[in-house]
């Protein structure tokens, strides 16, 4: 419980350190007063001025943040200071600082996924099909087949990419078929009958195929290899929660309550089953979270990054900057309606828990390579 506890943490404070670092940074470099830039949350423990900026350390040990000068309208100022407000910035200048956070969380993705591909190889298109999942009680399973073998021919017909297996396989629901298979340096042949109405989520046969395996290339070949992959897999991670969001937000429109969500606590409970599977667990685990925190700050919600991008468009569109109570009074509505949907996330967590056990079985594995 302790080591959850401390991964925990170091995920939570890692993810919006990062988001807050990003916003600090580009903040600084287009002239933006930093009045306090802070790891954790206050009370405070220790803080030093170091030029215009208190940087300090707080009590609370999750995240950090980060406090520009003139970050609401109508904040007074002194009058030295006007011109290194938020506010003052041209809307290039304020639009850059919003989305620096969101780009610092895709980024650190980018990382945590990188170091993964590193480890554990380069996705690679091969001319072989291999089993990669076989279901319990399959036809597959009692036939005797078994991971990593590959499928060399069906009926005497060459075997050599999923689509022609998955046509023969179906083809032949209900009858006989066989199945012949590389194993190491043997070659075996297996009789089985697919069945005709798999359970839900399995084929006929009751595996998982692919014709991707895992290269590794020289070490110093490797980072950058990595990094590509890494990169591709925060977007296919971006676009997988894009879809999740829309779907969500089209269920919650049709008045129903979405259920496959996590709040604190569910991800407490994932962080505990990461550390039991390893670090790269973690890091896939650290990857997703950094992309979900992304995708939900860019929406167009008050309260968070896409919300203050709203406004910048009602100037642009308009040519006059919101009246500063009517954008506090929605940055409140919206932060109170956020505070809420925590809440309600949170309950929905603890009555899912003790339902059951299974919360970790609906998060998407890193594809097909490492099981999580």
Do not use: C
Not at 121 to 132: C, E, Q, R
Not at 348 to 372: Q, Y
């Amino acid at each position: 419980m302790l080591i959850t506890i401390i991964a925990f943490i170091i995920i939570l404070s890692l993810l919006v350190f990062v988001h807050e670092f990003g916003h600090f940074i580009v903040a600084k470099k287009t002239g933006m007063k930093i009045e306090e830039f802070g790891f954790g949350y206050p009370p405070r423990i220790w803080g030093k001025r170091i030029g215009e900026t208190i940087y300090s350390i707080n009590a609370l040990p999750i995240g950090g943040f980060v406090k520009i000068l003139g970050e609401e309208l109508g904040e007074s100022v002194a009058k030295e200071d006007e011109k290194k407000t938020f506010y003052s910035k041209p809307k290039k200048a304020r639009t850059a600082v919003l989305l620096a956070g969101v780009l610092m969380n895709f980024f650190l993705a980018v990382i945590a996924f990188s170091i993964i591909y590193t480890q554990i190889g380069i996705p690679t298109m091969t001319d072989k099909v291999s089993i990669v999942g076989i279901a319990e009680n399959s036809p597959a399973a009692e036939a005797g087949l078994e991971l990593e073998d590959v499928i060399v021919a069906v009926d005497g017909q060459e075997i050599k990419d999923n689509e022609s297996f998955i046509q023969l396989t179906d083809g032949k629901a209900g009858e006989e078929m066989l199945i012949e298979v590389g194993r190491g340096e043997e070659k075996l042949a297996f009789s089985i009958i697919p069945r005709k109405t798999p359970p839900e989520g399995e084929g006929p046969l009751g595996v998982v195929i692919s014709q991707t395996e895992m290269k590794f290339y020289p070490f110093w070949e490797m980072p950058i290899r990595g990094s590509i992959e890494g990169f591709k897999e925060a977007l296919v991670w971006t676009r997988l929660i894009l879809e999740f969001v829309v779907g969500m937000v089209s269920r919650l429109f049709a008045g129903e309550v979405p259920r496959d969500i996590a709040g604190p606590v569910g991800i407490f409970q994932i962080t505990g089953r990461a550390v039991e599977s390893g670090y790269l667990t973690i890091l896939q685990f650290l990857g997703i979270l950094s992309v979900n925190l992304m995708v939900l700050n860019i929406l167009p919600f008050p309260a968070l990054d896409g919300g203050r991008l709203v406004f910048i468009g009602y100037e642009v569109v308009t040519g006059r900057k919101p009246k500063p109570s009517i954008e506090r009074w929605i940055n409140t509505v919206g932060m109170i309606a956020l505070m809420l949907l925590l809440f309600l996330v949170t309950v929905n967590d603890v009555a899912r828990i003790i339902e059951t056990s299974g919360l970790l079985s609906r998060l998407a594995p890193l594809r097909e390579f490492l099981p999580f």
